[in-house]
């Protein structure tokens, strides 16, 4: 199976989302076909999105690291759990270096999702300094433990791979870099949840041109696509890559 899952960030509007169910129609893929997508929207179109669910999943992206109680302008696991979301992104860069999220955080915000049963989409990934000076692995070792510290080993959980420096520039990694880099935390993921299925997405300037190779690539169980998800044809034209 593979995994196409677009994270709107803060764009779209009701009718933009409109339009792309629409257009989603124009793409006729096989039917039992192995791909699974995914459309992470903001906050407040997720109920109205819950009729596309059977089709594709729907996520948000981001959850409170709290439970509940008095925590103006914050969304719970639980409230995301009970309009009956698939997943919930944590971690992403853009929250780590925007709004200071920590890998204790996201830890929390981690059990939160678990304890609900939405599945948690974790986001990792290095600077460009860190990148250039070899420290990669170092990185996501630590962004990894701390934040998979104590969660339930068995319940469902996917991580993205996205170097902060190939996220919106227009620069995704080499197949290369994609290969080892995956590998690395699959065999990570072994050490910290055991022995089971690790599901690994690519994500960082995912486009029609480059997604057929970063999607055939060993390891590669789908990718996390950004400004390439918010239009249809370039999110679909993505997919159709693995047909
Ligand atoms: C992202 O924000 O998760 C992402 C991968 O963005 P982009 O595809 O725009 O690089």
């Known amino acids: 199976m593979k995994y196409i899952i677009g994270n709107w960030k803060m764009n779209m509007t009701a009718g933009d989302i409109v339009e792309f169910t629409r257009g989603v129609r124009k793409y006729k893929f ?5 791909v699974t997508f995914g459309l992470g929207a903001p906050y407040v179109y997720l109920l109205g999105m819950a009729k596309l669910q059977g089709h594709v999943l729907v996520g948000a992206q981001n959850v409170s690291q709290y439970e509940k109680g008095a925590y103006t302008g914050e969304i719970s696991a639980e409230m995301l759990a009970d309009v009956g979301l698939d997943f919930c992104i944590v971690g992403h860069s853009e929250r ?10 996201v830890n929390a915000k981690i059990k939160q999702l678990q304890e609900y049963e939405v599945m948690p989409i974790l ?15 170092d990185v996501l070792s630590e962004q990894l433990s701390i934040a ?3 969660v339930d080993k068995s319940s469902k959980i996917m991580i993205a791979y996205e170097p902060v420096w190939a996220i919106g520039t227009g620069k995704s990694a080499s197949v ?7 590998a690395f935390i699959k065999q990570k993921l072994t050490e910290i949840l055991g022995e ?9 300037s995912v486009n029609p041109g480059n997604s057929s190779e970063i999607l055939h690539t060993d390891g590669v169980d789908g ?13 679909m034209k993505i997919a159709s890559t693995l047909f």
């Open 30 to 34: 096989p039917k039992n076909s192995n």
């Open 96 to 105: 780590r270096t925007l709004f200071g999220e920590t890998n204790k955080i």
């Open 123 to 137: 986001c990792i990934g290095e600077t460009l300094e860190e990148f250039e000076a070899g420290k990669t692995k």
């Open 148 to 150: 998979l510290k104590d």
């Open 176 to 182: 290369k870099t994609i290969k080892e880099t995956i």
């Open 196 to 204: 089971r299925e690790h599901i690994v997405l690519y994500g960082g």
């Open 223 to 235: 990718a996390l696509i950004g400004g390439a998800s918010c239009n249809v044809d370039t999110f």
